[in-house]
């Protein structure tokens, strides 16, 4: 007996080590934090980073902040959407950034999980090129993920994931400890870049320096140029009925639910996005047809679309870009400013002296 135990343990024991080091940054790196109690703590204290390393707990968490906070006017799209701050409205506490979807299939599964009681009269909403043309698939919509979903999690893959972060140097267990007494973030990404969701959504984007940046954003052209002209670019060659029907469906569900839409086409790079538009190739054309299909149905349901897809007719310029394909919250604010002009069920909600916080943002890409 004394011997079949003493094996058991032999075997189990290397099990037991790579599992438990693995679980242990995990416990630290609080990422195993409820998405209910993620919430609340960043209800009850705003400056609260999160950011998972090792799952997308996007929609789900987005969604429970959404129903948790019952705001009047949201902010839903990409990734390209998470630059609007609460700061830039009248009365903060009615907005909530809900970016961080992945395509309009997402955009009436968000809508259709809220309550009954729901306050939402207003959707600013990201209405990208590629959302008719991706071949992405919907999130799953779930407004909670528990400490059970992300222990399963870990088992699956996450404890791989830690082991391969580690070993590419991104964190130790030393520097992710010290993060960790010293920051009330959660999740490991929050807590090793000081970067994550803030408490009304909104993404606070890395501190990577100004210049570092730039000469990112100058090879990031470089390529997406190459890709446009050499008909390699964009996630699709052709536009997919079926993600056409499912933006049809979110504008009709908005007005079947009372609920004004604002639409914007997102900006993109200068070079990139007049490339695209005179592009005489596949990808051009299908750009332009999805235009066109945006367009219509925005007008179909009595919504307006607003192209801000060159920075130069917000005022913008490539300096405000935190990458090629996204704007800096001084970018958003611009796009705000834009829309509530022209908008009249947006402007009420809009700080009337947005242009004044603007002068303030003394660098390009400042974060508010």
Known sequence: MRSFLLRLLMFILPVAVLYGIALLFFIVG??????????????ATSTILYRLAYDDNTFPYKLAATIARNPEVIALGTSRAMQFRSEFFANPSTFYNAGGMHNAADYVAFITSLPANSKLKLIIVDAELVFLTSESTPASPHEDVTAYDLVRNFFTHGWRDVYLGYFKGKFTFSSL????????????????????????????????????????LQNQITLALQAISSNRNGAGSSIVPSH??????????????????VGY????????????????NSFGETNRAAYGLLTASFTAYGYHLYDVSSLETIGSSDRE????????????????????????????????????????????????
């Not at 010290?178 to 990404?189: L, Q, Y």
């Not at 958003?332 to 242009?355: E, G, N």
Request: aromatic share 6%; proline share 5%; glycine share 6%.
């Open 177 to 216: 400890a010290g993060r960790a007494r010293e920051s009330s973030a959660i999740g490991v990404a929050a807590l090793t870049t000081d970067a994550g969701f803030r408490n009304d959504g909104s993404y606070r984007p890395d501190a990577t320096p100004f210049d570092v940046r730039q000469a990112a």
């Open 321 to 368: 870009l935190i990458d090629d394909g996204h704007g800096s919250e001084k970018t958003y604010l611009r796009i705000l400013s834009y829309l509530a002009k022209r908008d009249p069920h947006l402007s009420p909600f809009v700080r009337a002296d947005a242009a004044s916080l603007l002068l303030k943002t003394t660098s390009d890409i400042k974060v508010l």
């Open 244 to 261: 056409v029907d499912d933006l049809k469906r979110f504008l009709a569900l908005c007005r079947t639910r009372g609920i004004e839409v």
């Open 265 to 280: 086409i997102p900006p993109i790079e200068q070079e990139e996005h007049d490339a695209t538009l005179v592009a005489e």
């Open 30 to 43: 609080r990422e195993l934090t409820p998405i209910r109690d993620v919430v609340l703590q960043q209800q």
